[in-house]
C-alpha cells in the first residue's frame, strides 16, 4: 500500500510569490491534515479536510488556504509569500477524522523564502 | 496554550540503556499519542493511548497515562542508535477537535 506523498519535496521562493503543494493520501483514507514545522514554533496545525470539506482550521492568516478533492487528494496554497513562511510542510492522512486515530505523514514539503 | 509540554528537552543516553520521555498537558483529553520523527522527516506513529486506559506496549515502548495528574510518559527500553529521533506526543484535547503536537524531545543514543 503506497504511504502519503507530498509534491514537491523541496522548493524555493521568493518574498510575494504564491506556492501551492499537493498531498495525495493512503488509498480510502478520507482526512488530510496540514501541519507547519518550524524551529520556533514546533508543529503547528493549518487545517483538516475531511471528504472534501474542511473541519478545522487553525491560527494562520487567510493567506494559507488548502482543498480536498473527490479522490482525497488535498492541496494548499500560501499566497504573498513571507520571508517566515519558510517550513517543513507536513500533510497527514487518516481513515477517519484526525484527532480520533493514527495520523500517517508524508515525508513533507521544505519551502524556503528569500 | 492546550499544547503539551513535553520533558525533557534534549536526552543523551548510552546504547542499552532506557529512555524516558514525559508530556504534560492542562485540560481534558480523550486520547493522547506519541510520535517519532527522524531528522527532517515524517512523523512515524508510535502508540495511542485512550483517556480510560493507563498503560500500553509495543515491542520495546511503554507509555503510560495518568489523567489525575494529566500526564503521560514514553519509555523506550534497550535503547539503539536507530531510535535516534524526535520524539512528539499528540493530544485530542476535548472539543478541540485536531491533534495539537508537543515541541517534542530530542533523543540521542550515544554507541
Known amino acids: 500500500k503506497a504511504g502519503v506523498t507530498q509534491t514537491p519535496r523541496y522548493l524555493i521562493k521568493t518574498r510575494g510569490q504564491q506556492v501551492t503543494l499537493s498531498c495525495s493520501p493512503i488509498s480510502g483514507h478520507r482526512s488530510v491534515s496540514w501541519y507547519q514545522q518550524t524551529p520556533g514554533q514546533g508543529l503547528q496545525f493549518l487545517f483538516e479536510y475531511f471528504s472534501e470539506t474542511q473541519r478545522n482550521k487553525g491560527n494562520f492568516p487567510g493567506r494559507f488556504s488548502g482543498r480536498q478533492f473527490s479522490n482525497s487528494r488535498s492541496e494548499m496554497n500560501v499566497s504573498t509569500l513571507e520571508l517566515g513562511d519558510s517550513a517543513l510542510y507536513l500533510c497527514?492522512?487518516?481513515?477517519?477524522?484526525?484527532?480520533?486515530?493514527?495520523?500517517?505523514f508524508g515525508e513533507g514539503s521544505r519551502l524556503t523564502v528569500l | 496554550s492546550q499544547q503539551g509540554e513535553e520533558d525533557p528537552q534534549a536526552l543523551s543516553i548510552q546504547e542499552g540503556e532506557n529512555a524516558t520521555m514525559n508530556c504534560s498537558y492542562k485540560t481534558s483529553i480523550n486520547n493522547l499519542q506519541w510520535y517519532r520523527q527522524n531528522s527532517g522527516r515524517g512523523l512515524v506513529h508510535l502508540i495511542l493511548?485512550?483517556?480510560?486506559?493507563r498503560e500500553k506496549h509495543s515491542g520495546r515502548l511503554r507509555v503510560t497515562l495518568d489523567t489525575s495528574k494529566k500526564s503521560s510518559s514514553l519509555l523506550i527500553t534497550a535503547s539503539r542508535a536507530a531510535d535516534t529521533a524526535s520524539y512528539f506526543c499528540a493530544t485530542d484535547f476535548e472539543g478541540a477537535q485536531k491533534l495539537v503536537f508537543g515541541q517534542g524531545t530530542r533523543l540521542t543514543i550515544n554507541p
Open positions: 493511548i485512550r483517556s480510560n486506559e
Open positions: 497527514a492522512s487518516s481513515l477517519s477524522i484526525a484527532n480520533t486515530g493514527e495520523l500517517f
